[in-house]
């Protein structure tokens, strides 16, 4: 048999009686909406704290505690098994980590019923953090848009995780960002590393100057570049920073403005959207809800 029949994508079709004699087995969420094997964006402007909302969810998810009203680990104080998450962030170093990891454990950890040194444990285990700031790229992409041996390198690094964070997008690879065959590849590799790892791989991305100007900052249509990223992925969630309309839409006071974040999910593809969540910048720039932190 030749190599092209070996790959022939058509030669297995769903057993549509074997489904529709079995009930479907329980779709796996990794995060509201997010399923295990598939790709989610964060996007967001600069400074809008989204590699901060990274390291929160990789910290609620790595200790099994919940994050902002459900959006990690569902509702109550331990309402998930802790999981691995790997988390590559390409501008930061370690030293600025080191200080972000004691400000979330003061704040969001403090606020659970954990035991410190069993959260300590946990993060020990459970939470893989590369922070490559000053150092190589790990470029994603070939010169004819094809994988490369650093992406295999992240695959295997990644292997036996629940979730991986991509912070940010842009220095994973060197292509243009409004090419739409480039992005549409990055996107494919990126799902099938999903799909290897059998984990949900979220990759943090920037807004396009648009969005801000014009008050789409929580669309799916904010997204900086070719629309053919956002298009592939399977869920979104946008940052983006209150105006005076809505400030005065969720009572936050117009000299408050630039203490709080509106988080959206525009897109999900699995469950019903949500409305928008209001969030403050609490103790250390840590990321809490808005009544709570009220």
């Known amino acids: 048999m030749s190599e092209q029949a070996l790959k022939n994508p058509f030669s297995s079709p769903l057993n549509i009686a074997h489904m529709l004699r079995h009930p479907p087995p329980p779709l796996d969420h990794v995060l509201p909406g997010?399923?295990?094997?598939?790709?989610?964006?964060?996007?967001?402007?600069?400074?809008?704290?989204?590699?901060?909302?990274?390291?929160?969810?990789?910290?609620a998810m790595a200790t099994g505690t919940p994050l902002l009203g459900g959006l990690v680990g569902g509702a109550g104080p331990r309402s998930a098994e802790p999981a691995r998450v790997v988390l590559v962030l390409a501008e930061e170093s370690?030293?600025?980590?080191?200080?972000?990891?004691?400000?979330?454990?003061?704040?969001?950890?403090?606020?659970?019923?954990?035991?410190?040194?069993?959260?300590?444990?946990?993060?020990?285990?459970?939470?893989?953090?590369?922070?490559?700031?000053?150092?190589?790229?790990?470029?994603?992409?070939?010169?004819?848009?094809?994988?490369?041996?650093?992406?295999?390198m992240?695959?295997?690094?990644?292997?036996?995780?629940?979730?991986?964070?991509?912070?940010?997008?842009r220095d994973f690879h060197n292509a243009d960002e409004n090419d739409a065959t480039a992005m549409k590849s990055l996107a494919r590799h990126i799902a099938s590393y999903a799909y290897s790892t059998?984990?949900?791989?979220?990759?943090?991305?920037h807004t396009n100057r648009a969005a801000a100007l014009q008050d789409y900052g929580g669309s799916a249509d904010a997204a900086r570049g070719?629309?053919?990223?956002?298009?592939?992925?399977?869920?979104?969630?946008?940052?983006?920073?209150?105006?005076?309309?809505t400030a005065k839409q969720f009572g936050i006071a117009k000299e408050q403005l630039h203490r709080h974040v509106l988080l959206d999910i525009p897109k999900a593809n699995y469950v019903a959207t949500t409305d928008t969540m209001v969030l403050t910048r609490g103790p250390h720039g840590v990321l809490m809800l808005f009544e709570e932190a009220a």
């Open 154 to 169: 992240l695959r295997r690094a990644c292997e036996g995780a629940r979730l991986v964070i991509l912070d940010p997008i």
């Open 198 to 205: 059998h984990a949900a791989w979220l990759l943090v991305h």
């Open 34 to 59: 997010l399923l295990a094997e598939t790709v989610g964006l964060v996007v967001g402007p600069g400074a809008v704290s989204k590699t901060m909302l990274a390291l929160q969810m990789a910290i």
């Open 94 to 152: 370690a030293h600025v980590v080191w200080h972000r990891l004691h400000a979330i454990a003061s704040v969001q950890l403090a606020a659970t019923d954990i035991d410190p040194h069993h959260a300590a444990d946990l993060l020990s285990q459970n939470l893989v953090i590369h922070a490559l700031a000053g150092g190589d790229q790990v470029n994603l992409l070939g010169d004819c848009w094809e994988k490369t041996p650093a992406g295999e």
């Open 226 to 245: 070719s629309t053919a990223l956002p298009n592939a992925v399977r869920w979104q969630l946008n940052l983006s920073r209150p105006t005076r309309a």
